[in-house]
């Protein structure tokens, strides 16, 4: 039986194309939609107010997003209906981390903060770095808290956005060691654009910022990658970390 299958990132890590894949090449996944944990919990407040139609169930072969570092039981806020779901899901799910190069992360997730007015407009990228932000982490401590937790979890497979996006193929041979369905025909989503017209899907990563690798090496500074390289040092990597960090 195919079972949900729960994407698990950091922001601007390639969530979408991961999810565009499944969605268009795993046949029991084709034409299903995808649910945002972040979407739950900006909605609902209590189950009783899901609708049928948007609670997700263990036994669908729907596709699930989420967000959250793991480390923290109120990531979604405090007693909020996505809490429950998540963890339940996680246990229950097939469960698949995708992990991209911190630098790039930051960068992307800088632009997109600005993008839709979530950060103050005059901060630059240099002070965003520096600064304390989710949990009193910077961006690159949050990043290393994020990438280690889940890497310490039983039975989660990593996929990078570097590997979807320059070796698909490879990603998706094992990606079918993974997903609980047969493989249709092959649809490449890395230059699809974002449209129900052309593919199963709404927004990709690469629509975004055109899913450069090593896009940060024109936005960051010799001090700010100094900086970064010393935040990585001081923190105890898992392996995911030290394969998938400075990669360019």
Known sequence: ?????CIISHERSGTHIAIDIIR????????RRYVSFKYL??????????????????????????????FHPDYYGTGNVANDL???????????????DPRDVIVSHFDHLHAFGE??????????????????????????????YWSGVANIPCISFEDMRGNYYAVISKL??????????????????????????????IGYNG????????????????????QFNCSTNSPWVQQYAWKQ
Not at 1 to 5: E, G, Q
């Open 86 to 100: 998540f963890d339940q899901f996680k246990r229950k799910s097939t469960c698949i981390y995708v992990v991209r």
């Open 176 to 205: 079918r060691t993974i997903v609980p369905s047969e493989v249709g025909s092959i649809i490449d989503v890395r230059d699809a654009p974002a449209s129900r017209d052309t593919f199963v899907g709404e927004v990709t990563s």
């Open 119 to 148: 950060i103050d407009p005059t901060l630059s990228l240099t002070e965003y770095i520096r600064m304390p932000a989710r949990f009193g982490m910077t961006p690159m401590e949050y990043w290393l808290s994020h990438v280690n």
């Open 24 to 31: 268009n090449n795993f046949i029991a996944y084709s034409l």
């Open 1 to 5: 039986m195919s079972t949900p299958i």
């Open 211 to 230: 899913g450069i690798i090593g896009r940060y090496r024109h936005r960051l500074t010799e001090a700010d990658l100094a900086l970064l390289q010393a």
């Open 41 to 70: 919990a900006k909605r609902y407040e209590s189950p009783l107010e899901l609708g049928e139609e948007e609670l997700p169930r263990f036994d669908q072969p729907v596709v699930l997003k989420s967000h959250s570092p793991g």
